[in-house]
């Protein structure tokens, strides 16, 4: 579909048609992780959006070859094409795209483990999604400030943040994010040594990664909370987190399968009578 409407807006020479195409195409690329076809056609795009003016298009595909750079790890590169976006979101006056451009800004930083910086474009891009009224974005950059706490053993604030977080993953109805979000605050109260505050806080997020379809979230936490189960002798409970992450890894082909089946088959042989 792309391709034809591609080949119409050439052919009357609607070049921002072409253009906004291009950038669609580029989206599609790189939600199939096709990357260097992403930014192939995100380049031809960036160029047409130059050639007719349109400092949003443009902006907008500068934060996608950020995203894609980000992805490959090119961190670099995906600094200097936010900084570029971020310029124009500002010049248009787009506070929504502002705002996601400090957040992704952000996140490489976080990454990178320039935690200040982290921590500052995190605060900006805060104040624009309350301004716009994205309770979405909203609550993902709380998490993502809680995350860089955490990393610097800020737990209070952690907390704090996580838990203005999770009212605003609920409003919105986002499980996923409700779950990364129980997720974070039970590996806090883990380190902590608050073994039974984080089993129950784990729980609840295995359960909503399950509700949403995700398989790389449960699997992760069943280890944890199989082995939490073993440690109170509870068995049975602890293999039935265990397989589902051990058949995910067999199904990936991940190592730690063998090591994993191994321990439920040990565990099994225990309840044996």
């Known amino acids: 579909m792309y391709a034809e409407a591609l080949g119409l807006f050439r052919q009357v020479g609607d070049r921002l048609g072409e253009a906004n195409t291009l ?26 959006f130059r050639q007719v003016g349109d400092r ?12 894609v750079y980000r992805f490959q790890d090119r961190n670099d590169e995906a600094l200097g094409v936010y900084a570029e976006a971020l310029g124009l979101f500002r010049q248009v006056g787009s506070r929504l795209g502002e705002a996601n451009t400090l957040k992704a800004q952000g996140d490489v930083y976080g990454f990178l ?3 200040d910086e982290a921590l500052g474009v995190y605060a900006e891009a805060l104040g624009l999604f309350r301004q716009v009224g994205s309770r979405l974005g909203e609550a993902n950059t709380l998490q993502a400030q809680g995350d860089v706490y955490g990393f610097l053993k800020r737990n209070d604030e952690a907390l704090g943040v996580y838990a203005e ?25 883990l380190a902590a040594g608050a073994a039974e505050q984080a089993f129950a806080l784990l729980a609840r997020a295995r359960a ?21 189960a073993a440690e109170r002798s509870d068995l049975t409970a602890a293999i039935d987190y265990l397989q589902p ?19 439920i088959e040990g565990w099994r042989a225990q309840l044996a009578p």
């Open 23 to 48: 950038k669609a195409q580029g989206d599609v690329y790189g939600f199939l992780k096709r990357n260097d076809e992403a930014l192939g056609v995100y380049a031809e795009a960036l160029g047409l």
């Open 56 to 67: 949003l298009g443009e902006a907008n595909t500068l934060k996608a070859q950020g995203d």
């Open 113 to 115: 483990k320039r935690n």
């Open 165 to 189: 977080a999770l009212g605003l993953f609920r409003q919105v109805g986002s499980r996923l994010g409700e779950a990364n979000t129980l997720k974070a605050q039970g590996q806090l109260a």
């Open 208 to 228: 909503l990664y399950l509700a949403v379809g995700d398989r790389v979230g449960p699997a992760n936490l069943g280890i944890t909370l199989a082995a939490y």
């Open 245 to 263: 992450a051990a058949d995910f890894c067999r199904e990936i082909g991940h190592p730690l399968y063998a090591t994993l089946q191994a321990r």
